[in-house]
């Protein structure tokens, strides 16, 4: 993105550090570790676009997210989310429930049913 806009100042945040090859990212383009999970009022009016892809799984609550993106707009800035479903659907298109109860005790009589990914998960959800 950095070489595509080299006008541009581009920010990269993750939760957990980069590893790149210092040579090749342009003078253009940062990172910072940061949780977006937290407090952004450091970022409050300084993009003009923030996009965000992939990230659904480490977020604690979505539209409090949003929110707080939006704070880091400028005005008339634009707000990017790119995202997938994290919902499994069988193969006559019902909702598979991997999930269990915490307080769900006795998992001896859990059906491994579905798709391939479903019994994965399911198998990893049961003690």
């Known amino acids: 993105m950095g070489h595509k806009f ?10 957990s550090p980069v590893s790149l090859d210092s040579d090749e990212v ?5 990172f910072e570790v ?3 999970n937290n407090d ?13 892809r992939m990230v659904q799984m480490g977020i604690l609550d979505m539209s409090t997210l949003i929110r707080r993106l939006q704070r880091c707009l400028v005005p008339g800035g634009m707000l990017i ?3 997938i479903t ?4 069988d193969s006559t298109h019902q909702l598979v ?6 307080d769900d005790e006795d998992t001896s009589n859990a ?6 990914l479903a019994r994965l998960l399911l198998g990893m959800l049961l003690p």
């Open 86 to 89: 994290h919902e499994l659907w």
């Open 34 to 36: 940061d949780d977006v």
């Open 40 to 52: 952004l009022s450091h970022f409050h009016g300084s993009f003009d676009l923030v996009h965000m």
């Open 97 to 102: 429930n991997v999930a269990r109860l915490d």
């Open 81 to 83: 989310i790119i995202d």
């Open 26 to 30: 342009p003078q253009n383009v940062r």
């Open 111 to 116: 059906q491994v049913s579905g798709s391939w």
């Open 6 to 15: 080299p006008h541009a100042e581009i920010v990269g945040v993750d939760a």
